[in-house]
């Protein structure tokens, strides 16, 4: 097949499944390619899982040039982009064919992609069911086969729980190593050093090209070259979090496939996987949140998500927006105006933060000594498989299971294990030490072949 057939073909399958799941908020209206490209791409035979004319969506907070930059802000519906995100301008000079944008949670700071701008997306393997976020939008056409590769955001699990709750490949790289430039909201102080973007793929064996192309010159931090020996690998399970009131108790059916996985690898490797109990695990809620919220080492206090909400134009006040909200008049979610409101309860302890702030250094330590140079620890994505809709709110500190890795600046892949007792995606995270993606994602690749895993939504 040729490259234009591949596009035409993804684009007739956005066409067939977005109206039953919304999740592209806008495609490419024109022609992807020019006239010249056309021809150059028809005489370049293509597979569909190649970075030379791979097919990429990307959330709206990581806009192409063209395309709508809201973040699901109402305040900004009519911002279009006028240059490309770096990570969508060194795909593109890759071969990367844009479709379209994605839809996100409010400013990206939610794990359900529902927001006052484009509505909410469904997730295809049931429609009642959330497909996470805040790149959402990202897993659901991923999942459908609307796409082969993308771009997630992630400063709490945006690309994990998605991936997790659709069924597919994400990864959220070592800090520093993929720019964030050209998001919206972008990180500003300390969070600087927690946001990261990352590729989301149907795939695992498309992860680390695409992991190449978004990082350019920053690859050289990783260890790409090496080749990994699983049998070598330290492999460290830990099944939950050690019980914090904050979060769910993790699902029966995860703890089940995490328990297959550790069989399979010490069956099939002749390993033995260590199980761990790390206690500051525990208050990863706690520990993402004052982190969040601290002061980087020059002072600067991170930006207040009522700033963001406001968007340079009248400052937002939660509970002003909470009272309107109450009667249909307020142009935010809830759990948007539920963020702010909680930002400024953080604020009343700043002993209390500088505690939690302390021992998330100390658990950053702990991890790297456990993990050191040829280790993995398997936890899980998320205590339940994908939530209905709206039932988050009543759970707002679930994505805590994802969200310690990104204060503790770790890579983590998440890879699917098939499907639950009702059709809904499993997975788990596999975590390694700083700059040691190499290992998560040989192991994501190694998983897949064991487990095949994506499945197409309704096949089973």
């Known amino acids: 097949v040729t490259c234009v057939e591949v596009v035409e073909a993804y684009v007739e399958r956005i066409k067939e499944v977005n109206p039953l799941i919304n999740a592209v908020v806008k495609d490419s209206e024109q022609p992807p390619l020019t006239a010249g490209d056309l021809l150059l791409a028809d005489m370049v035979p293509a597979a569909p899982r190649v970075v030379s004319g791979a097919l990429a969506l990307t959330p709206p907070s990581v806009h192409p040039t063209g395309m709508p930059n809201t973040s699901g802000l109402v305040n900004r519906r009519n911002v279009i982009a006028t240059s490309d995100a770096t990570v969508v301008s060194r795909l593109k000079q890759a071969g990367a064919i844009p479709l379209g944008v994605t839809n996100c949670s409010e400013l990206c700071m939610w794990y359900e992609s529902s927001n006052r701008v484009y509505g909410r997306t469904n997730n295809p393997y049931d429609l009642q069911r959330i497909v996470g976020g805040s790149s959402g939008g990202e897993g659901g056409v991923l999942a459908a086969a609307c796409s082969v590769i993308g771009v997630g955001s992630d400063i709490g699990g945006s690309i994990r729980m998605p991936a997790f709750f659709n069924g597919v490949f994400g990864h959220k790289p070592t800090t520093g190593v993929v720019p964030n430039d050209g998001q919206f909201p972008n990180a500003r102080g300390v969070r600087t050093s927690y946001l990261c973007t990352g590729p989301m793929c149907r795939y695992a064996e498309d992860l680390e090209p695409v992991l190449r192309v978004m990082a350019g010159p920053g690859v050289n931090k990783l260890k790409l070259n090496e080749k990994v020996s699983l049998e070598k690998i330290k492999f460290h399970c830990m099944d939950h979090d050690g019980g914090s009131v904050f979060v769910s108790p993790v699902d029966k059916e995860i703890l089940e496939a995490q328990k297959k996985v550790v069989e399979h690898l010490e069956s099939d490797l002749g390993v033995q996987v260590q199980r761990v109990a790390i206690h500051k695990m525990k208050y990863s809620f706690q520990i993402w949140s004052a982190m969040m919220s601290s002061k980087d080492s020059d002072g600067q206090e991170a930006q207040l998500f009522t700033d963001l909400l406001g968007d340079h134009g009248k400052p937002v006040w939660p509970l002003w927006e909470l009272m309107k909200w109450l009667v249909g008049m307020s142009s935010h979610t809830l759990p948007a105006i539920a963020l702010g409101l909680t930002e400024k309860l953080m604020k009343l302890n700043p002993g209390g933060n500088a505690k939690l702030v302390s021992m998330g250094k100390s658990l950053r330590e ?23 809709h709206h039932s988050p709110i009543c759970m707002p500190f679930n994505f805590a299971y994802t969200a310690i890795f990104n204060v503790l600046g770790l890579p983590v892949t998440q890879c699917p294990l098939g499907l639950s007792s009702e059709g809904l ?13 190499h290992l998560t994602l040989a192991v994501a690749r190694y998983l897949e072949k064991a487990f095949g895993g994506w499945v197409l939504p309704g096949k089973v």
């Open 366 to 388: 702990e991890m790297e000594a456990l993990l050191g140079p040829d280790g993995v620890l398997l936890y899980p994505s998320h205590p339940t498989i994908a939530p209905r």
């Open 425 to 437: 995606p499993l997975g788990i995270q596999l975590v390694a030490a700083s700059y040691n993606d």
